[in-house]
């Protein structure tokens, strides 16, 4: 069969395109924003991409277009598609019919933290000899890619609740029908298409009617929207993590914890991963790895040797004694997570953290009063102004005299390598590409001087 998917390079809809090529299908596809890693996997993969959404491409007679939720009434390609009559489905739905139907589905869902739960839950699964099939938000490095089919009965997903397409508005996760269903956390995101937290509510509220009875729903204790859902109905046994009576982390250190369900420790995680939120994400993985017949102790053993996803606070590159790491933070609880682990690594050294408020949800204003207080912890700040529609110079002025606010990428990054010095941590923000602004720090400090 040949598939053409539209959106091709966002990282749903290229893991989609990952999987539908193992089994031996032709996957082409095009998009019109394409940066690594994606691109280099499709690449990889031996994929077909054509940049633009031209109608000519009705020249290549596909058996099916698959439609990413990037595509919007008025787009070219898509006008045509449906002037002809051409058969097209959306990602999730052809996700849902050609490969979780015959699987046991382990779905990650929630605000934040979905990738790297998802990576690790993945990985235990791998290290205990399952062989998941998976699709992540984003490319483990124990993997070395984001989506993969295999013959084995489990595969791990990211269950997002942005919407399926412009013409399915319920959220992808509906599609998926787990048998296990992570939920980490549950605060308002998606402003354009969410109107408040009630709504997102409402959505997860569909998705909990879509788990069997024999499944299991993994459930973070410490979030009251998530108790609000479970609350208005939940047909299946509930696990809870992050509260002492059922899995629970000790210690203060992120870095070695103990991990105990119901009373009994069960063993100890000592990784390389910081953060608070990073202890919750594993008891989560732990948990849904137990319900698929995954012994805790061995899960434990196996997070020893996970190695985290790209861009959660990778290091880039470490010039003249500056240190640069990449970071997909973009909400204020992640920035501020970001923020904080980084500092109980580093502690008295400076951190320099460089933002691009560049969601949809940051674009349009939403939580911009809780901005300042999620970055307070770092020792300077610069915010990427450019494109907003609203003032980041006075959204950001309870930060005094530590704010840098540039429209140019250019002076953004002039004004970065001008404070750095040795022994610095440059901290850089984004759920995009930023511009490459990695690569330019880095060379910008290597004129200074020689690289270390």
Not at 35 to 64: F, N, R, V
Not at 324 to 339: E, K, L, Q
Not at 403 to 414: I, R
Request: net charge negative; glycine share 10%.
């Amino acid at each position: 069969m040949h598939i053409h998917i539209l959106g091709i390079c966002g990282t749903f809809m290229g893991g989609i395109a990952v999987i539908a090529r193992q089994p031996g299908h032709r996957v082409t596809g095009c998009d019109t924003d394409v940066y690594p890693p994606m691109s280099t996997q499709l690449a990889d993969s031996g994929i077909e991409l054509i940049c633009g959404y031209g109608e000519e491409q009705l020249k290549l007679h596909p058996d099916l277009w698959v439609i990413g939720n990037v595509v919007s009434r008025g787009n070219v390609l898509m006008e045509a598609i449906l002037d002809r009559g051409e058969r097209y489905v959306s990602g999730p739905q052809w996700l849902a019919e050609n490969v979780l139907a015959s699987k046991w589905v382990l779905a990650v869902a929630g605000t934040h933290g979905k990738t790297s739960t998802s990576a690790m839950l993945a990985w235990i699964l791998e290290e205990a000899g399952r062989r998941p099939g998976f699709l992540i938000g984003g490319v483990p490095h124990n993997f070395g890619i984001s989506a993969r089919l295999t013959g084995e009965d489990c595969f791990v997903i990211e269950a997002d609740e942005y919407d399926t397409a412009f013409f399915d508005k319920r959220s992808k996760f509906v599609h998926y029908r787990p048998k296990t269903a992570v939920l980490n956390n549950l605060e308002f995101d998606h402003a354009d298409i969410f109107a408040d937290l009630a709504a997102i509510e409402q959505q997860f509220q569909h998705y909990m009617r879509t788990i069997p009875r024999i499944g299991r729903v993994i459930s973070n204790a410490q979030e009251p929207a998530l108790e609000r859902v479970l609350q208005r109905g939940c047909w299946t046994p509930v696990e809870r993590f992050g509260v002492e009576r059922d899995w629970y982390a000790g210690g203060q250190d992120d870095q070695c914890f103990e991990v105990s369900f119901q009373g009994k420790i069960l063993g100890q995680v000592r990784w390389d991963l910081l953060g608070r939120h990073n202890r919750l994400n594993a008891l989560a993985a732990i948990a849904a790895a137990r319900h698929a017949d995954v012994a805790p102790e061995q899960a434990i053993a196996a997070l020893g040797r996970f190695r985290n996803v790209r861009r959660r606070l990778e290091i880039t590159g470490t010039v003249q004694g500056v240190t640069v790491y990449d970071d997909f933070a973009h909400h204020p609880s992640a920035i501020a997570a970001t923020v904080t682990g980084l500092r109980r690594k580093v502690g008295d050294a400076r951190i320099l953290a460089v933002l691009e408020p560049r969601s949809n949800t940051m674009k349009l204003g939403v939580m911009i009063d809780r901005l300042p207080e999620s970055l307070d912890a770092a020792d300077r700040i610069y915010c990427y102004a450019h494109g907003l529609g609203w003032d980041a110079h006075a959204a950001l002025a309870p930060l005094g005299t530590k704010l840098t606010c540039e429209d140019d990428l250019h002076a953004l990054v002039a004004a970065v390598s001008a404070e750095a010095r040795a022994g610095d941590h440059v901290l850089i923000m984004s759920n995009g590409g930023f511009g490459g602004i990695h690569a330019k720090l880095l060379d910008r400090l290597s004129a200074r001087g020689g690289a270390c």
